[in-house]
């Protein structure tokens, strides 16, 4: 037999509200998009039209640190001249900077 009944919190009536874990995860969804998303998106596109508008006699660098003078743009492959009469291939999106004219003379 039990004497004392079993005491069970009662909240206030409207103190807890349904939607705070609602709020709570459009919130983090939010600033995960500001922080994060977004940056990477518009880091995307500048190397997008970076990539789009080379040309022969550009100056680039690619990313595994390779410099040198584009001499062919092809539509997925540029032909880059690294030295006195060597020439490699690489895939377009693979350059990851322009760099000033003259960098090639001076490196």
Same mark, same amino acid.
Request: glycine residues 8%; hydrophobic residues 45%; positive net charge.
């Given at each position: 037999?039990?004497?004392?009944?079993d005491?069970?919190?009662?909240? =206030?009536p409207?103190?807890?509200?349904?939607?705070?874990?609602?709020l709570?995860?459009?919130?983090? +969804?939010?600033?995960?998009?500001?922080?994060?998303?977004?940056?990477?998106?518009?880091?995307?596109?500048?190397?997008? =039209?970076? +990539?789009?508008?080379? =040309?022969?006699?550009?100056?680039v660098? !690619?990313?595994?640190?390779?410099?040198?003078?584009?001499?062919?743009?092809?539509?997925?492959?540029?032909?880059?001249? +690294?030295?006195?009469?060597?020439?490699?291939? +690489?895939?377009?999106?693979?350059?990851?900077q322009?760099?000033?004219?003259? !960098?090639?003379?001076?490196?």
């Open positions: 037999m039990n004497l004392i009944s005491a069970w919190a009662q909240s =206030a409207g103190s807890t509200s349904q939607l705070t874990p609602l709570m995860m459009v919130l983090f +969804v939010g600033v995960f998009y500001f922080l994060l998303i977004r940056p990477q998106q518009k880091k995307a596109k500048e190397h997008q =039209a970076l +990539v789009s508008k080379l =040309a022969a006699g550009d100056e660098v !690619t990313n595994g640190g390779i410099l040198g003078r584009v001499t062919e743009a092809g539509e997925t492959f540029i032909t880059l001249e +690294v030295a006195e009469g060597v020439r490699i291939k +690489v895939q377009r999106h693979q350059i990851s322009l760099m000033p004219k003259g !960098t090639l003379k001076s490196a």
